[in-house]
């Protein structure tokens, strides 16, 4: 394990290799599971605040969906999720080409919203989870992404280099600076 400030961070960020193959895994991400991606309260606000603006990037099965659940919902575990169509795929979730892409990013990178998308799906494969005194922050090892670990191996790419623009987002330049000291000296040894 890697401590930082305080986080307590998987070695796995550093020692296991992931880039997304979309044109493998066709955003299985997006539509598996057994809930919605996890949203923090400051993104369930957000979330209700740019639907309007965003539902044009969404399918009229998505916006159905949020206008009957919501923008999010609280799944089994008790947690604020995404909503989903019919058990199955993100609401958010578009196709194009077979692919799930998330309409929050069409949206953001159309430059309508500042929102990016939520932050467990810009930092998935990373998973955070928060106790008392500190956040773990792991790799989750999903079927699902045996494409990314393919080619992250081909490429050569830790998930912590993969996930850097997410994981700078949520904890910092500083603080991605350490992790990636720390991976050097963990390569090292």
């Known amino acids: 394990m890697i401590q930082i400030g305080e986080t307590t961070i998987s070695t796995d960020l550093v020692t296991k290799l992931f880039t997304c193959d979309l044109q493998r895994c066709k955003g299985a ?49 008790n947690e604020c999720v995404t909503p989903l169509i019919e058990g199955k795929e993100c609401a958010y979730v578009v196709f194009e080409n077979e692919i799930a892409r998330c309409g929050i990013e069409k949206a953001f990178l159309a430059g309508v919203v500042t929102f990016r998308k939520p932050l467990s799906c810009f930092l ?6 928060k106790f008392m005194t500190f956040e773990a922050v ?31 987002q949520k904890y910092g330049e500083e603080w991605f600076q350490a992790l990636k000291l720390a991976a050097k000296e963990i390569k090292e040894d």
């Open 138 to 168: 792991n790799y989750d090892n999903w079927t699902v992404c045996d494409p990314a670990r393919i080619l992250g191996a081909s490429l050569q790419t830790p998930v912590y280099e993969f996930t850097a623009p997410a994981l700078q």
């Open 29 to 77: 991400c997006c539509v598996l599971g057994d809930s919605g991606a996890p949203v923090d309260e400051t993104e369930k606000v957000l979330l209700q605040e740019i639907f309007p603006s965003i539902s044009a990037f969404l399918s009229p099965e998505g916006i159905r969906a949020i206008e009957k659940l919501g923008t999010t919902v609280t799944d089994s575990d």
């Open 124 to 129: 998935y494969p990373v998973r955070i989870k």
